[in-house]
């Protein structure tokens, strides 16, 4: 997964990014130089010029890379199906800057899935975030729905961002505690 760390790039073409911590939106022109810090869940945190940036997995040609294609679910699924790769896709979103995916984190307090009466299915999440004032929490939200909303008979998604109960270290699985050293 850190196969991409500190790997240098020239961008194919502009693309719009977002400023981390602060959660601002950028455009990128053509050309612009840098280090690919992050790879992980298809998106991409880079190095320009002494600042972190987020680049969408939809941009992925503009670094040189390739795109990461939709889930595939079985024929005729079930809610348990659906809910099955909602939590494989979940576990693709990443914080920025942590190399931690938001499900290890422990930040997802709650997936439902539902069916409507024509197979499309309404899905509602409940995440937090690390700390209240993180500026990339409205881009994990985003990042999550989109990542959501690609699965196949996905219809409706919701994904609500919550502080009650606040987060704590407590709620990282054993794997994320001991890939961030708190272990």
């Known amino acids: 997964m850190f196969g991409h760390r500190n790997?240098?790039?020239?961008?194919?073409?502009?693309?719009?990014?977002i400023i981390i911590p602060a959660g601002d939106e950028v455009e990128l022109p053509e050309g612009t130089t840098g280090f690919i810090t992050q790879a992980l869940g298809g998106s991409f945190t880079i190095y320009v010029e002494g600042n972190l940036f987020r680049v969408a997995g939809a941009d992925a040609d503009a670094l040189?890379?390739?795109?990461?294609?939709?889930?595939a679910v079985p024929d005729d699924p079930s809610d348990?199906?659906?809910?099955?790769?909602?939590?494989?896709?979940?576990?693709?979103?990443?914080?920025?800057?942590?190399?931690?995916?938001?499900?290890?984190?422990?930040l997802i307090y709650r997936c439902d899935v539902k069916s409507g009466p024509d197979r499309q299915r309404s899905v509602e999440v409940e995440?937090?975030?690390t700390a209240p004032g993180?500026?990339?929490?409205?881009?994990?939200?985003?990042d999550a729905q989109e990542k959501i909303a690609?699965?196949?008979?996905?219809?409706?998604?919701?994904?609500?961002?919550v502080f009650d109960p606040p987060w704590n270290q407590?709620?990282?699985?054993?794997e994320a505690r001991l890939q961030t050293g708190l272990m």
């Open 7 to 17: 790997e240098p790039f020239s961008l194919a073409r502009k693309v719009s990014a």
């Open 64 to 71: 040189g890379k390739e795109p990461v294609p939709p889930p």
């Open 80 to 106: 348990k199906d659906i809910e099955d790769v909602i939590w494989q896709q979940l576990r693709t979103c990443y914080d920025p800057e942590i190399p931690v995916n938001i499900v290890d984190l422990g």
């Open 127 to 129: 995440m937090t975030l």
């Open 134 to 142: 993180c500026g990339m929490g409205d881009i994990l939200v985003q």
């Open 150 to 161: 690609v699965i196949p008979t996905v219809g409706d998604v919701k994904v609500e961002l």
């Open 170 to 174: 407590s709620m990282m699985s054993d």
